[in-house]
């Protein structure tokens, strides 16, 4: 099916930022985003936050997300020039500037949210309840049509984990008018 986008995860950043952009980024062939990963020097987002692409007279914009338990997820040496910061808050910034009208700082018909976050099962109750993924289902800005979440922070109680089935990618589209049927069809 291809792959137009998608967020940075904690496990490209398993060998580090050097690593990640040395060796992991240049071997895509799509762009890694993440709205809310910052540099500490600079206090600018470190990575790209959102990416743009034309389909069938749309302009569907993908804004990536990175989840911030990220460095105690990977040594933390790795990380030490990274700050993982709120994703709701971050998305929300990229997402007003995708939908301010403004040509020049772009411009998306279609927002779409990936988000290496995600609920512990396929469940609406799991996808908006009392969790990471619930916060940022519940708070990113309206203009989100889509959210699709690549990661889960689950564990099998019991059994092993190996031979577990996993928990499939949360879709959650968020609204789906007439001129936004773009967002639709990413989520079936």
């Known amino acids: 099916i291809g792959v137009d986008a998608s967020a940075i995860g904690n496990h490209e950043l398993d060998g580090g930022q050097a690593d990640l952009e040395g060796r992991v980024i240049p071997a895509t062939n799509y762009p890694l985003l993440s709205a809310n990963i910052y540099n500490r020097t600079t206090g600018q987002p470190e990575f790209a936050q959102y990416a743009l692409k034309q389909t069938g007279g749309v302009t569907v914009g993908f804004i990536g997300a ?7 997820l990977v040594s933390p040496a790795g990380v ?37 976050e995600g609920a512990a099962d396929t ?64 989520c079936r």
């Open 123 to 186: 469940t609406l109750a799991s996808a908006t309840g009392d969790s990471a993924f619930g916060k940022i289902v519940n708070t990113v800005d309206a203009n989100v049509d889509a959210i699709v979440s690549r990661a889960t922070r689950t564990r099998p109680t019991t059994g092993n984990y190996r031979s577990r089935t996993p928990t499939a990618p949360v879709r959650c589209c968020r609204r789906a008018s007439t001129a936004r049927n773009t967002a639709t069809s990413l």
């Open 66 to 72: 990175t989840t911030d338990e990220t460095p105690s």
């Open 80 to 116: 030490a020039n990274l700050e993982f910061r709120d994703i709701p808050t971050e998305v929300n910034r990229v997402t007003d500037q995708l939908s301010d009208g403004n040509p020049a700082n772009g411009e998306a018909d279609v927002i779409v949210l990936t988000v290496h």
